[in-house]
């Protein structure tokens, strides 16, 4: 059952997909607590781009990727301080430019349907060493910055304004954020695909919401959800030769659902014991109202 | 002779075209309580966010403890807490104890992580707003009353000078309302705190604090709520209508 480990490329893809199951939620955290989580599928739809211009021009897909994303991430800080109000009008066009650019590129060569499918769809097999190499070093840079200042994107995701006033250097967090994301994003697309690379993003998070009780726990739940799901899917994936990307995907899906089922079996236990809590507790300040009303008299 | 917390000399303020703040100028002493009112639309909570740093105004110069905005560095001796219903997101996962501890992220610094001391001092400041039992509950679960103390214990826990409050009590029942005022008058008599307030609530505004200024794009007042009474100032800062608003207060 576990004969895959012999194999290079399966170890390969392990590694690569457990430094993915990591960046995933890292990154994500912030995106969906400040409601930005479209901006996963940006930089997915842009990589988009940048593999099709990669394979087009005979250069390395995933770098090609990476730049394209990096340009991504600039004009969206641009765009949005142009249209400060509509930050997804800003999301919307750069979705529009990098998807488009990606069908005119596949078009015009016909030959790169093969290696596209593997970017689309993610890929057990094709993982090299040299890409297992840059998703290491990336994954290690996302991970620094991340800890290096973990308080302050907890803060400005929390209350931006506020963060501002009390001199946190906002706009620079901002930027230096966006453009981990694009990394992360053109990074994780080797593993998952990129049809669904947003997907880990959001979903590990999503699940992990309904049942976190402080953002210490919801984080650390993120990442056993996340981690388990890459572990399960790569392990249905070669197993049942499916494409990696739809079956952790699946699985990040399925723990989701009984995370919901959880929350929705545990908030309703919740509720009755709020109530009380709150029923007793009115019940006490009326007592202490009459003690204080007959003191008066 | 107390010390000036805060200078303001002939701000003016754009919105695009549209003057917002005209030609304000004030001075905030140690230890005063000023409530800012006015109309809706009057600029007071601009005038806020240009106290807090948010905003630059056009022209004029700001001055915090002596000092000109624009080499101004400690703003951790800056506490400004937003109206929470615009400003704050009910589903966050944050406990209460993560909440109060964002507001130590700038005087930590960058790079350096919160430790004992730190913790200590969330405990302290929760304590002082009498809602340390309540530390790991979620912030979403709290009142609209319980929140507000919240918010201002994450910012009294850096030890402000001045502290900054946006309509506070909207959205607040009366009951926390009242004991939210008595929380701080405790806190100004405890720390020395200057507080600036913003609210569109005259009567309540009037009876809590120990200077007033009516805003309606210029400054219309500034000094003591008594005398603001007896001055002909409402009817100019909110026009005729004031006068009937007013009188039904008594």
């Known amino acids: 059952m576990f004969d895959f480990w012999a194999y290079a490329f399966m170890q390969r893809a392990y590694f690569a997909g457990l430094i993915v199951a990591i960046l995933c939620p890292t990154i994500g955290i912030y995106l969906v607590l400040r409601r930005l989580s479209m901006i996963g599928e940006m930089f997915a739809h842009v990589s988009l781009a940048g593999v099709a211009l990669g394979i087009f021009t005979g ?5 090609t990727a990476l730049g394209l994303s990096l340009g991504a991430a600039v004009a969206l800080e641009t765009l949005r301080r142009t249209y400060r109000v509509f930050t997804d009008l800003a999301i919307a066009i750069i979705i529009s430019a990098g998807l488009s650019l990606a069908v005119v590129l596949i078009g015009l060569s016909r030959a790169l349907t093969v290696d596209l499918h593997s970017y689309l769809f993610g890929s057990v097999i094709a993982i090299s060493p040299q890409d297992l190499r840059l998703v290491a070093v990336v994954g290690l840079l996302v991970v620094i910055f991340v800890l290096l200042f973990q308080k302050e994107l907890f803060y400005v995701a929390f209350d931006e304004e506020v963060a501002r006033s009390s001199g946190i250097p906002v706009d620079m967090l901002n930027l230096l954020f966006v453009v981990a994301t694009a990394l992360t994003i053109s990074v994780s697309m080797r593993v998952v695909g990129i049809l669904l690379v947003s997907s880990l993003i959001t979903i590990p998070v999503a699940a992990a919401l309904q049942v976190g009780r402080s953002f210490r726990s919801t984080t650390l739940l993120a990442y056993i959800f996340s981690v388990f799901s890459v572990i399960c899917g790569l ?6 030769n499916l494409a990696p990307g739809g079956s952790i995907v699946l699985t990040a899906v399925a723990l989701f659902v009984f995370a919901a089922g959880y929350r929705k079996i545990f908030a309703a236990g919740g509720k009755l014991l709020a109530h009380t809590d709150l029923s ?3 019940e006490e300040e009326g007592l202490q109202a009459n003690v204080a009303a007959a003191k008066d008299y | 002779m107390p010390e000036p917390v805060l200078e303001l000399a002939k701000i003016t303020f754009y919105y695009g075209d549209m003057l917002v703040l005209d030609n304000v100028s004030m001075t905030v002493f140690s230890g005063d309580f000023l409530g800012i009112v006015g109309p809706n639309g009057s600029g007071k909570s601009t005038l806020l966010k240009i106290i807090a740093g948010l905003l630059k105004p056009a022209s004029g110069t700001v001055r915090f403890f002596g000092t000109e905005r624009e080499n101004f560095r400690q703003w951790t001796r800056i506490a400004y807490v937003a109206q929470n219903v615009t400003s704050f997101n009910y589903g966050f996962p944050a406990t209460i104890g993560e909440t109060v501890m964002t507001g130590l992220t700038a005087s930590l610094g960058l790079l350096r992580r919160p430790g004992r001391r730190e913790r200590q001092l969330v405990e302290e400041s929760l304590a002082s707003v009498g809602l340390a039992s309540l530390k790991n509950r979620l912030i979403g679960e709290l009142s609209g009353g319980q929140q507000q103390r919240v918010f201002i214990a994450r910012a009294l826990v850096a ?16 009951e926390a309302k009242e004991r939210f005022y008595e929380l701080l008058a405790e806190l100004r008599e405890q720390r020395g705190l200057t507080l600036l307030m913003v609210s569109h609530d005259i009567g309540v505004v009037a009876e809590q604090v120990r200077s007033v200024a009516c805003l309606n794009r210029k400054l219309y007042f500034h000094g003591p709520p008594a005398e603001f009474w007896t001055e002909d100032v409402l009817c100019q800062a909110y026009g005729s209508a004031a006068r009937v608003l007013h009188h039904k207060d008594h």
């Open chain 1, 59 to 63: 250069v390395y897909p995933l770098a």
């Open chain 1, 235 to 240: 392990f249905f994936s070669y197993h049942a």
């Open chain 1, 280 to 282: 007793r507790r009115s």
């Open chain 2, 159 to 174: 030890s402000p000078d001045l502290l900054l409050l946006d309509e506070p009590t909207v959205g607040v029942d009366v």
